[in-house]
């Protein structure tokens, strides 16, 4: 392994040269030329002259290393001062990420660069401890519901298997409902692949046309008590191809689902100053504005889901939410007076780094 240089021994020898070399010339210049008097003749009066003296180089290289040693050890203090802050931060953090996330820095008594090194550090901090405990709490949301229908599952086909009077038929029917438990997994591990895709990023954008994809995702769509009609207005962007169209998937999805008999489903396309922007509106039961928060949080799912459409999982919008993020945007979504959702989702212009 390398072996790295010391920040103070660095600024030691910084600060150490000017010192040497300014010491150094005032030690020599003297040494070089000593005006001394002329001897003359008798009666006569003295007159001084400049010349060169025998140079000391004794004393001068004693001089010399008593320089450098003054200006190492000056060096080494003025270093040491400088660098104090920063060892402070540096072993105040080991801590805070070795042990406990919820500690922080704080303002040192200093205002300066090192205290806005702190407040970065700090702010890392509150944003990595945010991100452990939603995934924490996502772990054991998933947990549960990765754990229900299979036990679900499995008291069916206990009960079935105890039963001394199963016949063929109540065993087709327990099977029948051990598939579309298993079914609900399939579907429940879908969304959660689908939410890790979302958020590993766009590495290899594509030119396409967001009203396409809107398009061939309505066309998919069909409910018998739900009318989905489309406005897509030519809508060129730059991204992942299948994230974009599992966005648009999900969002009509959630507006068919949280809806209401006989209701609408809008999904629209337009660009502005080069944005593109997918809409998707619907009718529905009136969303509490406090309920918007949380909209986009895994397993939260919403009070107004019709019955009959319960195979949803509160994955619809995370994943819609990590995909944008992904395209370095973020979706908004407005409760409709009248009752029901909009969600936007506007995507950078095309080139824009992602």
């Given at each position: 392994m390398?072996r790295?240089?010391?920040?103070?021994?660095?600024?030691?020898?910084?600060?150490?040269g000017?010192?040497?070399?300014?010491?150094?010339?005032?030690?020599?210049v003297?040494?070089?030329?000593?005006?001394e008097?002329?001897?003359?003749a008798?009666g006569?009066?003295?007159?001084?002259?400049?010349?060169?003296?025998e140079?000391?180089?004794?004393?001068?290289?004693?001089s010399?290393?008593?320089?450098?040693?003054?200006?190492?050890?000056?060096?080494?203090?003025?270093?040491?001062?400088?660098?104090?802050?920063?060892?402070?931060?540096?072993?105040?953090?080991?801590?805070i990420?070795?042990?406990?996330?919820h500690?922080?820095?704080g303002s040192?008594?200093r205002?300066?660069?090192?205290?806005?090194?702190a407040?970065?550090?700090?702010?890392?901090?509150?944003?990595l401890?945010a991100?452990?405990?939603?995934?924490?709490?996502?772990?054991?949301?998933?947990s549960?519901?990765?754990r229900?229908?299979?036990?679900?599952?499995?008291?069916?086909?206990?009960?079935?298997m105890?039963?001394?009077?199963?016949?063929?038929?109540?065993l087709?029917?327990?099977s029948?409902?051990?598939?579309?438990?298993?079914a609900?997994?399939e579907?429940?591990?879908?969304?959660?692949?689908?939410?890790?895709?979302?958020?590993?990023?766009?590495?290899?954008?594509?030119a396409?046309?967001?009203?396409?994809?809107?398009?061939?995702?309505?066309?998919?769509?069909?409910?018998?008590?739900?009318?989905?009609?489309?406005?897509?207005?030519?809508?060129p962007?730059?991204g992942?191809?299948?994230?974009?169209?599992?966005?648009?998937?999900?969002?009509?999805?959630?507006a068919?689902r949280?809806?209401?008999?006989?209701g609408w489903?809008?999904?629209?396309?337009?660009?502005?100053?080069?944005?593109?922007?997918?809409?998707?509106?619907?009718?529905?039961p009136?969303v509490?504005?406090?309920?918007?928060?949380?909209l986009?949080?895994?397993?939260?799912?919403?009070?107004?889901?019709?019955?009959?459409h319960?195979?949803?999982?509160?994955?619809?919008?995370?994943?819609?939410?990590?995909?944008?993020?992904?395209?370095?945007?973020?979706?908004?979504?407005?409760?409709?007076?009248?009752?029901?959702?909009e969600?936007?989702?506007?995507?950078?212009?095309?080139g824009?780094?992602?």
């Amino acid at each position: 392994m390398k072996r790295r240089s010391s920040l103070r021994r660095q600024l030691m020898l910084i600060y150490a040269g000017p010192f040497f070399v300014v010491g150094a010339v005032l030690l020599t210049v003297p040494l070089l030329g000593v005006k001394e008097t002329a001897p003359v003749a008798p009666g006569g009066q003295a007159r001084p002259v400049e010349r060169a003296a025998e140079f000391p180089v004794l004393t001068w290289s004693l001089s010399m290393f008593g320089l450098l040693l003054l200006a190492l050890l000056v060096g080494w203090v003025v270093a040491g001062r400088f660098v104090a802050p920063l060892r402070t931060i540096n072993s105040t953090a080991r801590e805070i990420s070795a042990n406990n996330l919820h500690r922080r820095l704080g303002s040192m008594g200093r205002n300066d660069e090192f205290a806005e090194l702190a407040e970065t550090l700090d702010d890392l901090f509150a944003r990595l401890e945010a991100a452990f405990a939603a995934q924490r709490q996502f772990v054991a949301n998933a947990s549960h519901e990765l754990r229900t229908p299979l036990t679900a599952q499995r008291t069916l086909l206990q009960v079935a298997m105890a039963d001394p009077e199963a016949n063929v038929d109540t065993l087709r029917s327990a099977s029948e409902e051990v598939l579309a438990l298993g079914a609900a997994q399939e579907r429940l591990i879908g969304a959660l692949l689908s939410l890790s895709d979302g958020q590993v990023g766009v590495e290899r954008p594509v030119a396409f046309d967001l009203a396409a994809v809107a398009r061939r995702v309505a066309m998919t769509r069909h409910a018998a008590d739900v009318r989905i009609t489309t406005r897509l207005r030519p809508a060129p962007m730059a991204g992942d191809l299948e994230l974009v169209e599992s966005l648009v998937a999900n969002l009509v999805d959630n507006a068919v689902r949280h809806n209401v008999p006989d209701g609408w489903v809008e999904v629209v396309t337009e660009t502005e100053a080069g944005y593109a922007r997918v809409i998707v509106r619907n009718s529905g039961p009136v969303v509490p504005h406090e309920e918007l928060h949380r909209l986009f949080e895994p397993f939260q799912r919403m009070k107004t889901q019709r019955v009959g459409h319960g195979d949803g999982h509160g994955l619809g919008l995370a994943i819609v939410r990590a995909i944008a993020w992904a395209h370095s945007c973020d979706p908004v979504a407005r409760a409709l007076p009248e009752g029901g959702l909009e969600v936007r989702v506007t995507f950078p212009p095309r080139g824009v780094p992602q």
